[in-house]
């Protein structure tokens, strides 16, 4: 192996780190925003009484519903602080709005 070939392996091995870790953020940032949003009318989204906005609830059908409470306040939202959106728990796959509610709220710790 000659001098010039020993200085270029730590280049291409760090090359090679750098874009593996970058098409790994991708996927992974292309995967989140790939979700669709959850529809009220989805079957399960509908039995669990989900509603898009949380002032949309019908106070009368979910007794246990109180004004405070959304998804984004919720302990099975796993979206980020601030996001409009955000996957839960309750859902794969999909995502659920941050102003939403269901019926499996829980508070967060």
């Not at 992974?28 to 079957?43: G, I, K, L, N, Y």
Request: one cysteine or more; a positive charge; proline letters at 6%.
């Amino acid at each position: 192996m000659s001098v010039h070939s020993k200085c270029q392996q730590p280049n291409r091995r760090v090359f090679m780190l750098q874009a593996v870790t970058v098409t790994g953020a991708v996927l992974v940032a292309r995967e989140a925003s790939a979700q669709p949003m959850v529809s009220e009318s989805d079957a399960q989204a509908a039995s669990l009484g989900y509603k898009a906005d949380a002032a949309k609830v019908d106070k009368a059908k979910n007794p246990k519903f109180a004004a405070n409470q959304n998804c984004a306040n919720c302990a099975l939202y796993q979206g980020k602080p601030g996001a409009a959106s955000g996957p839960c728990g309750i859902f794969p796959g999909k995502q659920v709005a941050a102003k939403g509610w269901c019926t499996a709220w829980a508070k967060k710790a």
